[in-house]
C-alpha cells in the first residue's frame, strides 16, 4: 500500500477544499492515486449535502442586489459564524441575491431549487449545511437603496422610496436599529392592535379609574403604541427632536415600503460540544 504523506493530504486540500480528514480517507481508499482520491472526493462531496441537511444553520448573512427598479434583500444560513465569514460563502449568498432580482421567485423553495447546484458545491467545499431561508423582492416605479449593517453582514434592510438616495440610506440605518414593524399607522396588523388594547384596557380597569378616563387612557396608549411599531412616527435616531416622517418630508423624500432582516431570527440555535467533535475526529 502506498504511503500517505503530509504533503500529499494537503495538496487535495488545496485541490478540493475539504477537510484534512476527508481527504486523508480518499487518498487511503484510492491507494496513493491523487485523480482517483480526487475523483472519490467529487463523487462522496455531492452526497454530503444531504448528509448535513438535518443540521441546523442558525449563523448566516444577508445579500442584496439591485438591478434598475428590482431589488431583493435575501438571507442565506449556514452552521458556524466561522464559514458565514468565509468568501465561498459570502459569494454564494450574493449569486443567490442576484438570482432572485433576475428570476422574481414567488416562494423561498422555487429561489432555494434555482441556487442548488450552487449551494451544493459550496457545501462540498466548506462541509457544513447551508440553506437559503427568506427573502423579499421588491418592484418598484420609485427607487431603491440597501444598507447592511457591519462587517458581519447579520442586519439589513432594503428600502422603497422616492426623493433623495442619502436621506433613503439613513432611514434605512434607523430602520435597522429602531426595528418598526411597518412605514404607516394604518399598515399595523388590527390583530396586534387588539391585543394591545385589551391589555391597556384591563390595566385601566384594575387602576380603579373611571370608565371615561380609562377610555382616554387606552386610547392614549394605542396612539403612543403605533407611533413606536411604525416607521414614520418613530423618533429618527439621527436627530430625536423629529420624526422620520418630518425628517424625510422636509428632504423631500418618502419611504414606501422596506424589508428588514436579522439573521437567524426565531431559529433555535443548537449547543454544540467542539471539544467532543474533535475527540471524535481524532479516533477516525
Sequence with gaps: MAEITAKMVADLR???????????KALVEAEGNFEKA????????GAKAGKLAGRTAAEG?????IEGKVGALVE???ET??????????????????TAVAKK???????AALVEDERKAVIAKLGENMSVRRFQVIETSGELVAYIHGALATEGVLVEYTGSEDVARKIGMHIVAAKPQ??????VDAETVEKERHIYTQQAIESGKPAEIAAKMVEGRIKKFL???????????????????????????????????????????????YAAEVAAAAKV
Design 76 to 78: 442565506v444560513n449556514c
Design 81 to 98: 459564524d466561522f464559514v458565514a465569514k468565509d468568501a465561498g460563502f459570502v459569494e454564494f449568498a450574493n449569486f443567490v441575491a442576484k
Design 105 to 111: 421567485p414567488a416562494t423561498v423553495e422555487e429561489l
Design 227 to 273: 407611533a413606536e411599531v411604525s416607521l414614520n412616527g418613530q423618533a429618527f435616531v439621527m436627530n430625536p427632536d423629529q420624526t422620520v416622517a418630518q425628517y424625510a418630508k422636509e428632504n423631500g423624500t418618502e419611504i414606501l415600503s422596506f424589508a428588514r432582516y436579522k439573521v437567524g431570527d426565531g431559529i433555535e440555535k443548537a449547543v454544540v460540544d
Design 182 to 187: 411597518c412605514v404607516r399607522e394604518d399598515q
Design 14 to 24: 488545496a485541490a478540493t477544499g475539504l477537510g484534512m480528514m476527508e481527504c486523508k
Design 38 to 45: 480526487e475523483e472519490i472526493l467529487r463523487i462522496k462531496s
Design 61 to 65: 448573512v444577508l445579500a442584496y442586489a
